[in-house]
Structures are given as C-alpha cells and as structure tokens.
C-alpha cells in the first residue's frame, strides 16, 4: 500500500462494512504501529495474525489452554504479547512464529501492555493483586517489579478493597503508569522512583480502561457509570485535566470500549447494548455527536482504529472481525486531467486533422523528440512518508521494523518443541477440527444412504 497515493481529502471516519475477518472464535483485536498487520487473541487460546492488505492469514499461534484477554504489539513490530485468563502471559516472536517467553503468575490477567519504547518490557495489572512490570532478560528469565497501589502518606477514608486495579496503561514516552481503580480512582505511578505521584477521583464506579492518542497528549477514561471522559495531559507533570464527557443521554447505554481516532480529533465508543452493533463518533473538541455506525445485530466486545486510515476493526460476540471503511467513488479525472466526465451521452464532433495520415518522416522526428526529453527517475532514496513522522522517532528503529511477516514452510512450524500446555491447546484445536470434518462426512454419508432405502421398498 503506497500511503502518498492515498486522497488527502478523503473522509476522516468510515460509514461501511467492507469486509469481515472469520477465523476461529475472536474476542479482542489490535493493529501494529503501521497498521500493516492486525492481531486477534481468541477463546480458544490462539493469536491469529492477518496482513491487513491481503487480508489473509500470516501466523496462527498455539500457545494458551484458555482464553485470550488482550494482546499488545512491539514498538518494533516483530514481538506480540499475549495475556490469558490461564494466568500466563506469552511473548511471541512473530518472524520465527514461536514464543520467545512464557511467564506465569498467580491469578488470573485483567490485561497487559508492552512498553511504548522498549521491546522487551510489559506492564501486567492481575486480578486482585498488586500490579507488576516485566523485564525479559532471556529465554524464560524475566525480572517482576511490583508497583505501588497506595501512596506513601495515604488517606485513611480510602479502603484497601478500593486499590484494587482493574485498568493500566503507559503514557507514550514509558516514563509514567496511569492505573485505575475499581472505586474510581486514577494513579499516576512514576517508574523510575517506584511510587505514585499523582492521585484523584474521576468517578463512583469501576475504571473499565485507560487509552491514549497516539500523540500522547490525550487520554480517554472508560468507567462502569455510562460515561466516556477526555482529559488533556500535561507533558511535564502528565497531571490529566478534564476536557469532555461522552455519553447517550437517550438510551443511558454502557460502553464495552472507547479510543481515539488515528488522528486524535474524534473519540469512538462502543455500544454495550446486547441487541446492537453500533459505534458512536463524537468530535473531540466540540463534543457533539457525529455520526453512528449501525452494524449487524450482534453484540460488540473491541473496537480498534488503524493508526494511519479512517478504517475501524469492530469484534463482535460471535466472533467475527468487522472492518469499517470510507465509501469509495471512482475518480477518473485523478488518472488523466484531460478526461472529462459526462453525466449523458455527447454526440462527439471530429476535429480537422484527428484521421489525417501522417508521414513516415514526420512520426520518426516526433518519436526522437519523446526520446530526447526522457527524464532520470530517482528509485534508490527513500522520502519519510508524512503519515509515519513522530516526534520520538529514531533512524535505527525505523531500520528495524517488521511491517510484514515473510511465510513459514511447515517443516519450520513442526520443527520446534512444544510445552505441556501448548501440546493440550493444539491437541484441543486438532480434536475440534476432525469432530467438524467428522460431521460433515456422516451427514454427507446419510443424504447418499436416504434414497437407496426408499428405492427398496
């Protein structure tokens, strides 16, 4: 996909289902940072990994025994983090498609999230305990820091049941932790000294999730209270200040998920209605409704933006990947800026000298003339693309991002060793699979079978 051939003036949100994404029962998804390739954790325990062009599947990855409850990309791209409600954390690496890391806790993983910056460090917030920073090392050798759930001089009205983390997230440099709670209360966790910096009450309720833009500077609070809450950020002190809520003042329905555009300018949430598939699409700054994308009628868990294109990926409870695109119309005149086009039928009139012969002389001459204004194409530099600069941008890591994954041969999938766990998730995957051939053929075998006994009697 060449981005600079791309319509500048192309609409900023899309209106339609272009396609759906079918493989295995999916629960949560996530774009890469160049929106090349989506990931998908489901309930059976795989990763399943699409190119986002081609739309067909680069990896299948068989590791958890139950299911997926997020994943999370690499600044990099070439490493995933998967979260399992089977109290693992697995983390993959995508261009040999093997874990590289599998790390296992005491409870269960509310969600997990790779560091912005690092490729080899994650932040895990579990069920009921303390929250916990990850440092991979090598193969399975990791180094734990617990982070703090209560300041240093902490308020005696606040109940310990109310430090109990249910949501997590880095800002965009890796340098602050935000953490919510489930009374409703937002910390920000400095990583370097190990301790919270900043503490206030954003709502009554349980803190669902915590997303950023991707320039950093704001920050979307999904909370249990019906309520979508967008908060500017100070860059020095990273204290949040609230800007807008968000939130159906009809219909009074929860919101499964929120996040921003891919350029930060409208905040998206996902119904929580049973009966619906619909996303909402609010303007930032002004704060009013601007458009409701009505899907099919089923149930929506996740919802994630492409980071360069208005193009949405809407999970569904049965499983299915919705992707949500601009209206294309075809432009002709973009090819030729002669071409005119016509909106009925023109009678065309021949000019003077359209079908006159020409010499043989005179289309030599012409030729040469073409000939002599060819001009040098400069193939070998490479121009940053506009859509790609950010400000903490680095040369090398640029130079060593994975935006594709090449194909493995099956020789190199069965190749490597599998633990206990994944030879029980992959036998599992197997079984289910020739229970469903199985059925096909027995069904089959019965409407072959059905005449030939009515043709006896």
């Known amino acids: 996909m060449n ?40 309930l059976d325990g795989r990763c399943v990994i699409w190119d986002f062009d081609t739309k067909g599947v680069s990896r299948n990855l068989i590791g958890h025994v139950k299911s997926v409850s997020n994943v999370s990309w690499s600044r990099n791209g ?33 969600m997990a999230h790779m560091h912005p910056k690092n490729n080899t460090r994650f932040v895990a917030a579990l069920f009921q305990v303390s929250p916990v920073i990850v440092d991979i090392v090598g193969d399975d050798i990791v180094n734990m820091t617990t982070l703090p759930t209560e300041q240093e001089d902490k308020d005696e ?26 009374k409703g209360y937002l910390n920000i ?22 997303q950023f833009s991707r320039n950093g500077r704001d920050m979307v609070i999904n909370a249990n209270d ?44 996902g119904s929580g209605h049973k009966a619906e598939h619909n996303i909402y699409i609010w303007d930032k700054s002004m704060g009013n409704l601007v458009k409701i994308l009505e899907g099919p009628k089923e149930p929506l868990d996740d919802i994630s933006w492409h980071p360069v294109r208005p193009i949405i990926a809407s999970v569904s409870s049965f499983g299915n990947i919705y992707i949500w695109n601009t209206k294309h119309e075809a432009n002709w005149s973009a090819f030729a800026p002669d071409f005119i086009e016509l909106e009925e039928n023109l009678e065309y009139e021949e000019k003077e ?31 940053t693309i ?5 400000s903490d941008n680095d040369d090398k890591e640029d130079n060593e991002q994975v935006l594709y994954l090449p194909s493995l041969n099956a020789e190199e999938e069965d190749g490597h060793e599998f633990s206990s766990d994944e030879e029980f998730a992959k036998k599992s995957v197997k079984k289910k699979l020739l229970k469903k051939k199985k059925k096909g053929l027995n069904e089959t075998i019965d409407e072959q079978q059905r005449p030939k006994k009515i043709m006896k009697k």
């Not at 319509?7 to 996530?30: A, F, M, R, S």
């Open 3 to 42: 981005l600079e051939l791309l319509d500048p003036w192309e609409q900023e949100y899309p209106q339609i289902i272009e396609e759906t994404l079918e493989d295995g029962y999916v629960l949560n998804c996530k774009f890469n940072r160049r929106g090349t390739l989506l990931a998908a954790g489901c």
């Open 78 to 110: 070439r490493y995933l983090l998967s979260a399992s409600k089977d109290w693992t954390c697995i983390y993959w690496d995508l261009v040999a498609g093997m874990k590289k890391a599998k790390i296992r806790f005491d409870t269960s993983i509310i």
């Open 157 to 182: 009205s606040i109940k310990p049941t109310s430090l109990l983390v249910t949501a997590i997230s880095w800002n965009k440099t890796g340098n602050r932790i935000y953490t919510g709670t489930t």
């Open 189 to 210: 966790i400095d990583v370097e000294k190990n301790k919270i910096i900043y503490t206030t009450r954003i709502a009554n309720t349980t803190i669902k999730e915590i």
């Open 226 to 269: 019906r309520v979508i809450r967008y908060f500017y950020v100070d860059e020095e002190t990273g204290i949040p200040e609230l800007r807008n809520k968000f939130q159906d003042l009809v219909n009074r329905i929860q919101w499964s998920k929120s996040c921003f555009s891919s350029d930060g300018e409208f905040v998206i949430g």
């Open 353 to 383: 000298d359209e079908f006159d012969v020409v010499p043989e002389k005179d289309k030599k001459k012409a030729k040469d003339e073409d000939e002599e204004e060819d001009v040098t194409v400069d193939v070998t530099t490479c121009e």
């Open 386 to 390: 506009q859509a790609y600069i950010d």
